[in-house]
């Protein structure tokens, strides 16, 4: 199965549903404790992200390896490289760069929701200014705008919170300048995260509208 590329072509990116993978294969891959209570489909969520993300590596080169989890939530990455992981619904990916090659890396794919949840998002992580800039460039519906905005966001926080350390929330970056013709956007920060990352920096990242789904990627080259 392969989704939409969103990421540099150094990039690998491994994708799967999860009843693609089976029980026997899934089951060898150890819980950690934090997953132990989560519901089935989480954990089954993890195991597949898990696979997605050794097939990554294995495409770059680095074999028989497989994240842990980091004390930040997060995949603990093998030595010398970066990645990240993501599921919406029954779709999970991973990806994975060279460190050389990338400084951070986030994927998200957000499901494009009912409008009455699209309202409850967007009051937690987006706000009327980007929804409807996002709605005005590329003429897509509210529900829309609202996933591409989080995903957006959630691609930002994994791409940069391994590198800042510290958490940040939903209005402390804003998604702008999203552009269809080159299906990329801008994601401003709007406080200092870290001495390297001060408010006003900007990062780059793509989407895609595909489908019930938005993706989105963003890679910072070295
Ligand atoms: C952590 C978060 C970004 C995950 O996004 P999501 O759309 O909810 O869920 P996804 O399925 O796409 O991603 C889950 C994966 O994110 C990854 N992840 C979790 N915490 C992470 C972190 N601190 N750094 C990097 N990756 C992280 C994990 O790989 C996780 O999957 P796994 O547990 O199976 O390994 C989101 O739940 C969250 O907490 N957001 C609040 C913070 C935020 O987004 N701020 C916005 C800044 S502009």
Not at 74 to 97: D, E, K
Not at 129 to 154: C, P, R
Not at 196 to 203: K, L, R, S, Y
Request: with cysteine; proline share 5%; aromatic share 6%.
């Amino acid at each position: 199965m392969s989704l939409p590329r969103v990421l540099p072509a150094w990039v690998s990116q491994v994708s799967m549903y999860l009843e693609e993978l089976d029980d026997a294969t899934a089951n060898a891959i150890a819980l950690p404790s934090a997953y132990l209570m989560a519901t089935p489909e989480r954990q089954r969520a993890y195991r597949v992200g898990r696979v997605c993300a050794s097939r990554a590596l294995e495409q770059i080169g680095v074999r028989g390896a497989m994240p842990a989890v980091h004390e930040n939530g997060g995949p603990a990455w093998p030595n010398g490289t970066v990645g990240s992981i993501t599921h919406a619904m029954s779709l999970v990916a991973a990806a994975v760069a060279a460190r050389r090659q990338c400084c951070g890396l986030g994927i998200d794919i957000e499901p494009i929701t009912s409008l009455e949840k699209a309202h409850s998002l967007a009051s937690r992580g987006a706000t009327t200014g980007e929804v409807f800039g996002v709605m005005e460039n590329l003429q897509v519906d509210y529900a829309t705008a609202v996933a591409l905005i989080l995903a957006a966001k959630h691609s930002l926080y994994k791409c940069l919170h391994p590198q800042v350390g510290r958490s940040f929330s939903y209005l402390d970056a804003s998604i702008e300048n999203v552009q269809g013709s080159t299906a990329r956007f801008r994601a401003r920060l709007k406080v200092m995260l870290s001495p390297a990352w001060v408010g006003g920096t900007i990062v780059t990242g793509q989407f895609d509208i595909a489908g019930d789904f938005v993706h989105t990627g963003i890679a910072i080259p070295c």
